[in-house]
């Protein structure tokens, strides 16, 4: 469904993403993950056009969208959450999920901003994330977590068919991890499907159906979590990597 | 200690949870004050009444100049304000609108008034496409560039001989007694004073509105949500532009004579931007506190150390004290402790 044909990034000298590529199945959960600056959260950005691919491809069913502007590429049906959560101040969580609720034309432009249909579908999914008594918070008074689930919720008011999910379970407790993945299960058995950058095995290992590892910008190792977890180059990568240090 | 919680509080948190819930979404729902601004809108309907009695030209005037400013800051408001674009450079609208009238009014002689949605027109057209490259850059980039918009402006106004060059043109004045002279002009401003503050309204409240703001939190977020952030940004500083056109279309031929020197001073794109600072930017009462304010301090001070410079000074001091008292001027300070009168919550 979502295609990465030999993506790259550099910056200046340094090569963020280096002819990286990989394929995200429908209704799979993938995730990527790799040591710190191997270049995951640069590749996302890549894909969603937060920032510019040096070159490369990516294709969302069939169709390419690295030339396209950030909010095309979320009308047709690829969605993001930010690592540090992007909540916007001074507006409500409700307001801040329905910003992400698709406009039509410019009539639809000048409709009032929160219709009936749109507050009933928002208050569905604050319901579904166990959330709805937040509803009528400031974006900025939320704890950490409350925040990642808003933009969670957010997420889905825009009715996308892949999600990308930047660190997810990044500096939450426990239980609220635990919350977090019955969500992302949930939603990936009604067909939606999911790619998360993550730094916590546990999760991804649990998670994922398909993991791709990458490493100082490259794909090193793709596979199931059985064969990404025995892979030696995986290995390497994450506990012997003072050579590579020495080398750059 | 657990189980004495356990037992005791269950009740009263869900209830507790309950009445906070319901607060919250009382306030996110308040009911606002429609009648006071429509008050006040039939109250400057009326008042020409008085000239009935007595020759009140001075009042007029500054009403009518208020007006005008209430327009232009409620304009500004739109771009500056929703989206947070910070544009030092808005009086070339009103060059804009003023000088196209104007140009009308001299050659062909139909007057300003019935142009001003033209003017409007055309000054929108000019902010649509100037626009389109300034607001590839954001911050203080931004500022800066729309103070080089004003600089180029005054130095084409200055020397394009069509329109008189920096000596600019002196328009016809109306058929009527001084009694009666300024009543077309203070209608006028004040219809596009009223309408500028409705259309802000409307404008906050739809999807647009959503959109500006969610521009002025974080832009990538808003682009990562679906929003056309390019597209929303130029067309907020379109319509801004339009307002602030039909305004100068009005001041032009009010005063009789369009000239560089009245429209294009970075004077006039200052007051717009103190008048929103000061009454609260991104609100819809705010530009109308802050311009009437702002008059009547200028005035005052006028009227109290003369029309020397001294007087700004007066304005300024009392600006940066209320700015300490109210940083997010008064209608979005007072909104944020909750202690807004319902008179100025127009939002």
């Known amino acids: 469904m979502l295609e990465v044909r030999s993506l790259c990034k550099h910056f200046g000298g340094i090569k963020a993403v280096d002819d990286c590529s990989f ?20 590749a996302f950005n890549c894909i969603s056009r937060t920032a510019l691919p040096t070159s490369g491809e990516v294709w969302l069913d069939g169709q390419r969208i690295d030339q396209l502007r950030p909010n095309r590429i979320t009308r047709l049906g690829l969605s993001r959450t930010f690592q540090i959560s992007r909540n916007l101040a001074d507006m409500t969580v409700l307001e801040n999920m329905i910003v992400q609720a698709r406009v039509d034309g410019i009539r639809g432009l000048f409709r009032p901003a929160i219709s009936e249909e749109e507050r009933a579908k928002a208050m569905e999914i604050l319901e579904f994330l166990g959330i709805t008594r937040i509803a009528y918070e400031d974006g900025s008074n939320l704890s950490y977590g409350q925040k990642k689930l808003m933009d969670f919720g957010a997420l889905l008011m825009s009715d ?34 999911v790619l998360i950058v993550e730094h916590n095995m546990d999760l991804v290992m649990r998670l994922s159906d398909k993991i791709v590892v990458m490493a100082q910008g490259r794909v090193i190792c793709e596979g199931t979590p059985a064969v990404v977890r025995d892979d030696p180059a995986v290995l390497e990568a994450y506990l012997g990597g003072a050579d590579d240090e020495e080398a750059a | ?77 739109i771009l500056g304000g929703f989206a947070g ?110 309408v500028t503050v409705w259309s802000s309204y409307r404008i906050k409240h739809s999807k647009f509105g959503l959109g500006l703001r969610a521009i002025s939190k974080d832009e990538i977020k808003a682009e990562s949500a679906g929003i056309d952030t390019r597209f929303y940004k130029v067309t907020a ?10 305004t100068g279309a009005v001041w032009g031929e009010y005063l009789t004579y369009i000239r560089p020197s009245i429209f294009l001073v970075i004077l006039i794109a200052a007051n717009m931007v103190l008048m929103c600072i000061l009454g609260g930017k991104g609100t819809v009462a705010g530009p109308v506190i802050g311009a009437v304010l702002l008059v009547a301090f200028n005035e005052f001070f006028v009227a109290m150390m003369g029309a020397s410079e001294l007087n700004i000074l007066g304005t300024g001091v009392i600006m940066a004290v209320m700015l300490m008292f109210f940083p997010l001027g008064i209608v979005g300070t007072l909104a944020l402790k909750g202690k807004l009168p319902r008179i100025l919550n127009w939002d």
């Open chain 2, 85 to 194: 674009y910070v544009s030092l450079g808005h009086n070339v609208f009103f060059a804009i609108g003023g000088y196209f009238a104007g140009m009308i009014l001299a050659r062909f002689g139909i007057s300003a008034i019935i142009m001003a949605p033209v003017a409007g027109l055309v000054a929108a057209v000019f902010g649509y496409a100037i626009g389109l490259i300034t607001l590839r850059v954001r911050g203080p980039a931004f500022i800066i560039s729309s103070i080089a918009m004003v600089m180029i402006a005054r130095l084409l106004f200055d020397n394009w001989h069509f329109v008189g060059g920096a000596n600019g043109v002196t328009l016809p004045a109306p058929n009527l007694s001084s009694q009666w002279a300024k009543l077309p002009y203070y209608y006028a401003m004040v219809a596009i004073a009223a």
């Open chain 2, 1 to 77: 200690m657990k189980s004495q919680m356990i037992d005791s509080t269950p009740g009263d948190v869900l209830s507790a949870r309950a009445a906070y819930n319901e607060r919250l979404a009382r306030l996110a729902d308040k009911t606002r004050a429609v009648w006071f601004p429509l008050a006040i809108l039939v109250i400057l309907l009326v008042l020409p009444l008085v000239q009935f009695v007595g020759n009140y030209n001075y009042m007029l005037h500054l009403v009518l100049l208020t007006a005008s400013y209430v327009a232009m800051a409620a304009g500004w408001n």
């Open chain 1, 160 to 193: 996308p068919k892949i999600i990308l999910l930047d660190e997810p379970a990044g500096g939450v407790n426990l239980s609220l991890l635990e919350e977090i993945m019955t969500h992302i299960r949930r939603l990936n058995e009604r067909g939606l499907t």
């Open chain 2, 237 to 246: 500083f379109a319509i801004s532009a339009f307002f602030i056109g039909m």
């Open chain 1, 23 to 42: 394929k995200v199945e429908r209704g799979s959960i993938t995730a990527l993950i790799g040591p710190n600056g191997a270049g995951k959260t640069t």
